[in-house]
């Protein structure tokens, strides 16, 4: 006779224990053994490292692709002047003996001409953008193979794609866009922002001097003067405190935009503050890399010459440094300090020590015995300004747009073109070589990978010059559509709404909501409401000092003395209805059934698409109700994340409840219960509905694919499937 049975699991990251018992609690035994047990296995790791090494592996396979794209173009002219050279700088790495016999060991890396070599080159050009500067400026015939020297180099490291059109437009951007709300946020009217402008770009100044004289110009408020200092403080490149940007205790996210490792902290910081006002650290940013960025900026001249001056300034600095060791110091201070591998010159050089390390070194060194030397004097005021000893290839470059190099290389092709007919030939070519980038929602254009699914209209070799003509960028923005689908929760054949969805944010805040109380009762349906319809609909982040306010001046309760409690967060709402704001307020779109459709569709497409030219196209399709004005701003508009939960769960399923026959959500709107009590409880129907839909697969065993399906991480996914192995081979040895 069949008893029955349980099986109890114990379910980690890393192991599964089980357990079988009986009715009376008792183990089961089979063949005289107890039926317990672990299971232990490797962790899972989350994709990140993964798609880390990914991403390194195709952006230098792109750059290399790149580089041999120039050098086909190259190609016959460089074989008229030199056979080898190309030979020459692939074989560069290798040890003289190992390389090609055809160079017959030639230690030479560039030039092997009698009258020109690796030394004369270095001679002439000590930097590339030394080169680089030369060509821009000089319009007469120069050597094929300087030219080739300078354009890889330019499409090699060419610059950021943050900003779109020509170099114009460039600075227009940083000027109308970002600078026009940095001042409207430190309340600084149109004569004053001139003033903090020329502040914001004196290089003459160090951060801390240029912050006190911005906040000096502004003179703002007790109120908030705390606001204003930390706000200008962050787009000098100062460290900057969430809290007190935001006058919210319960913020603990500080950065500094200078800071080498910003780069990766910005997903923590945005995630730890919420969209709202990660848009504001954004617009600091952005100011904080036009401070940067104009420095790059100047009449008749290039990027290659400040690069060339700040080569001029590193020797100076080192000349001034080294004759003020021998003057001041003992042989064998200066023997410490600049050679050996445990020199503090040395551990610079080999990026060991920080720029501020080093200032620090040598001012325990000569701050005492030289600091009444001009040359020491010179020291403290470039210290000061980080600019001592600074190198060329530094953090900051990355704020500089790949149009600042786009005017090299068009300038410098311009100069040879008259000399080199090729270059006029194939000058659109070297350009779209220099500006392509792949779209992020094509993919890898290679066909057949699992992290590949781009649609061709033609088979084909793809260049940069005639990609539009080999893919198809519409249908393969739909392929990628599909593979970020995710699933709900409750019915994993659905599709689950973005994180900005106008249902879903409602859900979420009508959620928090219900678990609010006001002097230690929960509020009634009606009041939640009105808050939803009149407070969430007007504020973009709700406090409990705002809630208190409304409540009061609304009536709903005779006194401002009310203790709150019950949100995610301390002392406010984690929730809020953005969207709503967004498209009411900024758009002036009014929701109705007509318009919400539409909202939420374009809601999808901003979370999907980062790339506003596609964005652009999707968004024609609701031309008829959005004006062209209305559709501007909506490609200002950044959404992003997805939540759990389909629509076909909170609004596509009705069932009877005590209010009449309704959906979850218009449940949540007419009751006191919270989401889980309304699809959990026997008071309403949508358990029973929600296990029925579930149950119509008549399937009995769980495949792998069932578990992908689920939202987590690798971790939980591999325990999983690790548990449904565990109770399997449990079945299959008891035999039922």
């Not at 080999?350 to 020291?379: C, M, T, W």
Request: include cysteine; aromatic fraction near 12%.
């Amino acid at each position: 006779m069949k008893q029955p049975y349980s099986i109890g699991l114990d379910i980690g990251t890393n192991s599964v224990g089980w357990a079988v018992i009986n009715e009376d609690f008792s183990l089961c035994k089979y063949k005289h053994q107890n039926m317990w047990g672990a299971n232990l296995f490797d962790k899972a790791d989350d994709a990140a490292t993964r798609r880390s090494f990914r991403s390194s592996r195709r952006r230098l396979a792109r750059r290399k692709r790149r580089i041999t794209l120039l050098q086909q173009i190259f190609d016959d002219e460089i074989q008229k002047v030199d056979p080898h050279f190309y030979l020459r700088l692939s074989e560069s790495m290798l040890h003289l003996g190992d390389k090609n016999s055809a160079l017959e060991l030639d230690a030479n890396i560039l030039f092997a001409d009698h009258s020109f070599t690796d030394k004369s080159y270095r001679e002439k050009y000590p930097t590339i953008y030394h080169l680089r500067s030369s060509l821009f400026h000089d319009s007469e015939k120069q050597d094929i193979r300087l030219v080739y020297l300078a354009l890889h180099h330019i499409i090699k490291y060419r610059g950021n794609f943050l900003v779109e059109g020509g170099v114009d437009s460039v600075i227009s951007s940083f000027n109308s866009q970002n600078l026009q709300t940095f001042m409207d946020f430190i309340g600084a009217d149109e004569s004053i922002a001139k003033k903090v402008k020329a502040i914001l770009l004196d290089r003459s100044l160090s951060r801390s001097v240029r912050k006190s004289d911005i906040i000096k110009l502004l003179q703002p408020t007790p109120d908030n003067k705390k606001i204003v200092s930390e706000a200008v403080g962050a787009v000098i490149g100062l460290k900057w405190n969430a809290n007190k940007l935001f006058e919210d205790d319960s913020l603990e996210a500080k950065g500094e935009f200078s800071n080498k490792n910003y780069e990766e902290q910005r997903d923590e910081i945005a995630a730890a503050i919420g969209d709202d006002r990660y848009e504001l650290v954004e617009t600091l940013e952005s100011v904080y890399q036009w401070t940067i960025f104009s420095q790059f900026i100047r009449k008749d001249s290039c990027l290659s010459d400040i690069m060339v001056e700040k080569y001029d300034d590193y020797r100076q600095d080192l000349s001034d440094l080294k004759s003020l060791f021998h003057e001041f110091l003992p042989k064998e201070s200066y023997k410490s300090f600049f050679h050996g591998d445990a020199a503090e010159f040395e551990q610079y050089n080999k990026h060991k020590y920080s720029l501020e390390d080093l200032y620090k070194s040598i001012k325990n060194h000569l701050g005492n015995v030289a600091k009444e030397d001009p040359r020491y004097q010179r020291f403290e005021k470039r210290a000061e300004l980080g600019e001592f000893l600074a190198r060329q290839r530094i953090r900051d470059n990355g704020a500089i747009p790949h149009q600042i190099h786009q005017y090299e290389l068009e300038k410098i092709i311009d100069n040879q073109a008259q000399y080199y007919p090729f270059l006029a030939q194939n000058r659109d070519k070297i350009i779209s070589i220099f500006t392509f980038k792949l779209p992020y929602y094509i993919g890898p254009l290679k066909t057949g990978g699992n992290f590949a699914w781009s649609v061709k209209k033609k088979d084909g070799v793809i260049y940069p010059w005639n990609f539009d003509e080999m893919i198809d960028d519409e249908a393969s923005a739909e392929k990628f559509i599909d593979r970020m689908r995710n699933n709900c929760t409750y019915l994993p054949d659905e599709e689950v709404l973005p994180k900005n969805s106008l249902l879903y944010q409602e859900y979420e805040v009508r959620n928090e909501l219900k678990n609010v109380t006001v002097n230690g009762e929960r509020l009634s349906p009606d009041i939640q409401n009105r808050i939803v319809d009149e407070l969430f609909a007007k504020e973009s982040s709700v406090t409990y000092k705002k809630l208190v306010k409304y409540l009061y001046d609304n009536q709903i309760y005779n006194t401002d003395s009310l203790i709150i409690s019950g949100t995610a967060k301390e002392k406010s709402f984690a929730s809020s209805r953005k969207s709503y704001l967004d498209f009411t307020n900024k758009i002036g779109i009014e929701i109705t059934p007509k318009t919400q459709k539409a909202i939420e569709e374009v809601i999808k497409w901003i979370t999907l698409f980062e790339d506003k030219k596609i964005l652009a196209k999707k968004l024609q399709k609701h031309s008829d109700i959005f004006n062209e004005n209305q559709l501007r701003t909506i490609l200002k508009l950044n959404y992003s994340g997805w939540g759990r939960l389909s629509r076909k769960l909170l609004d596509g399923i009705t069932a009877h409840t005590p209010y009449g026959e309704l959906t979850v959500i218009e449940t949540m709107r007419s009751s006191k219960d919270n989401f889980m009590q309304i699809i959990q409880s026997d008071r309403y129907e949508f358990k029973k509905i929600i296990d029925d839909i579930l149950s119509a697969d008549q399937r009995t065993d769980i495949a792998y694919d069932d578990i992908k399906k689920l939202a987590g991480s690798p971790g939980i996914k591999r325990a999983l499937w690790r548990s449904v192995r565990i109770i399997d081979e449990i079945v299959d040895t008891i035999g039922y």
